[in-house]
């Protein structure tokens, strides 16, 4: 300013740190994660057998009342090795909230007021985004899918031999987390725009200019990502090009916003 002092807002919280701090700091934070991490993972393994079942139920409603159903592992250690998955995957999905405020706490100090105040709601939301294209996959896409598969059964005759599913635990359980993934990834798609149109990086300009991109962009990752069925891959892609549009919408409102401000500082 003018007058020899400076602007709270433009100085970083706590002031400058020393390398050596911010090694600690960093170590201290890492530490945190891993504690986090791996106490979620025994939790996760000692409850490994009622999340799989949970995981396998869409399988199991869609195949009620047939008889002789079930699950197979054809390696003596495959059941051991899907539970330590299933241990992974939970202390994963569980754990993602505390190493993000670990990263956060970390970041946050080196970071301006109004930059701690524009990246919060996104660290709110990248949860709740994720959440919310896991739940898509458990309800809507693993059930369409699982029927598409099961419609390639016949039960034989005529000296043709039955063609029976008998899904194996550990493909099992690595198609589902696959697509759980895939969808909690591609539903974080709007924070990343947003994000990047806020800093200036993308503009609405650029967003609309490459739309037909994205679409081709969304169905090859959908292609790549999903089981090889028309039904997964169209239920992965057309989220991603609606989440498109949405952020596109919202960069709208960034820009207006922005060139509200600049207004303002010049007048």
Same mark, same amino acid.
């Given at each position: ?35 986090? *991490? ?40 495959? @059941? ?10 939970? @202390? ?29 709601? *996104? ?10 294209? @896991? ?65 200036? $990086? ?13 679409? /081709?962009?969304?169905?090859? @990752? !959908?292609? $790549? ?12 892609? /057309?989220?991603? $090009? /609606? ?17 509200? !401000?600049?207004? !303002?500082?010049?007048?």
């Amino acid at each position: 300013m003018a007058d020899g002092t400076q602007d709270p807002d433009q100085d970083l919280e706590g002031g400058k740190m020393p390398l050596l701090d911010h090694l600690v700091e960093l170590r201290r934070r890492l530490v945190i994660s891993a504690i986090a *991490f791996f106490a979620c993972f025994f939790v996760g393994y000692a409850l490994a057998e009622p999340i799989f079942t949970f995981l396998v139920q869409p399988l199991a409603d869609i195949t009620a009342g047939q008889a002789g159903r079930r699950m197979i592992y054809t390696a003596l250690h495959e @059941a051991f090795f899907t539970y330590i998955k299933v241990g992974f995957f939970f @202390a994963a999905c569980v754990s993602f909230p505390i190493v993000s405020m670990q990263l956060w706490l970390f970041v946050a100090p080196g970071l301006y007021k109004h930059e701690r105040r524009a990246l919060m709601p *996104f660290l709110a939301a990248t949860p709740v985004l994720f959440t919310l294209g @896991a739940a898509m996959v458990y309800y809507i896409v693993v059930p369409l899918a699982w029927k598409f598969f099961l419609g390639f059964e016949h039960p034989g005759g005529n000296g043709d031999l039955p063609l029976v599913l008998e899904p194996k635990v550990d493909q099992y359980l690595s198609l589902v987390m696959r697509l759980i993934f895939a969808f909690g990834v591609a539903f974080e798609l709007p924070v990343l725009i947003i994000l990047m149109a806020k800093v200036g $990086i993308v503009s609405v300009e650029g967003l609309r200019a490459k739309r037909k991109y994205a679409i /081709v962009v969304a169905f090859v @990752a !959908a292609a $790549i990502l999903t089981p090889p069925d028309v039904i997964s891959q169209v239920l992965l892609a /057309v989220p991603i $090009i /609606v989440l498109y549009e949405i952020s596109i919408l919202f960069a709208v409102m960034i820009e207006k916003k922005r060139a509200e !401000a600049e207004a !303002a500082a010049e007048d």
